[in-house]
């Protein structure tokens, strides 16, 4: 079966724009939650969607914004980029979380996003 | 093509004994490995890590063992404790900063 899909694999912008990121998650996969990967920070939480609803976000600043589509596709938008910003951005989809149970939470590759 | 693989998708351990979970990796590049913690509603933590170049790393009540021949690595939890509870993840580096994440193990300390 196909895994999760994440596109673009590489981008580069520029400091002030702003820019889209897309995951599909595996079919009938309903949860989709966002990372973002950098060499100091490590794996920092972003958000959660599950069913069309944001269910759970991390401690990250309002230009940081994502949403999920009736078909569990997800989309992240950052805005105003900072050079900061410049980080892998990986995603996940599960099934569902109910309590500890261990829904196959599989990781997309990832998008690089790089802004100078 | 999943590169880093969760065989068992859950444990149960006794409280005070060892919990070993186990992560299997298909590339030999792979020079850095990582395991997460996430407990229910919030993100992955950072948990401990070990270089390609070392076989153990330890960090108070957790271990990490690398058998690069084996392309094995696992994560010991002693004693174990009800905290414990949640999913971890494996993950690998390889070139260009690309990480590849198992599928996680849930981990559950009886009490």
């Known amino acids: 079966k196909a895994g999760v899909t994440q596109t673009p694999r590489y981008l580069i912008k520029t400091r002030g724009q702003q820019v889209t990121l897309s995951c599909s998650p595996i079919?009938?996969?309903?949860?989709v939650s966002w990372y973002q990967q950098t060499p100091g920070q490590g794996l920092q939480f972003l958000f959660e969607?599950?069913?069309?609803?944001?269910?759970n976000k991390g401690n990250f600043p309002g230009r940081f914004s994502g949403r999920q589509f009736s078909n569990s596709r997800s989309e992240m938008n950052v805005s105003t980029l900072e050079l900061g910003d410049s980080a892998l951005y990986l995603c996940?989809?599960?099934?569902?979380?109910?309590?500890?149970?261990?829904?196959?939470?599989?990781f997309g590759s990832g998008t690089r996003l790089t802004v100078v | 093509d999943q590169q880093v693989k969760q065989n068992s998708p859950s444990l149960s351990v006794q409280e005070g004994r060892i919990s070993i979970l186990n992560c299997d990796y298909t590339?030999?590049?792979?020079?850095?490995f990582l395991w997460y913690k996430k407990y229910p509603a919030e993100g992955p933590t950072f948990l401990i890590s070990?270089?390609?170049?070392?076989d153990k790393n330890e960090d108070g009540r957790f271990t990490v063992f690398l058998n690069k021949s084996a392309k094995h690595l696992s994560l010991h939890i002693v004693p174990s404790q009800p905290g414990d509870s949640a999913v971890y993840f494996c993950?690998?580096?390889?070139?260009?900063?690309?990480?590849?994440f198992g599928t996680g193990t849930s981990l559950t300390v009886i009490p």
């Open positions: 590339n030999s590049m792979f020079d850095y």
């Open positions: 993950a690998a580096e390889g070139a260009g900063n690309q990480f590849y």
């Open positions: 079919s009938g996969h309903r949860s």
């Open positions: 996940a989809s599960s099934l569902g979380e109910p309590l500890l149970a261990n829904y196959g939470y599989t």
């Open positions: 969607y599950f069913s069309e609803t944001q269910r």
């Open positions: 070990i270089s390609s170049i070392k």
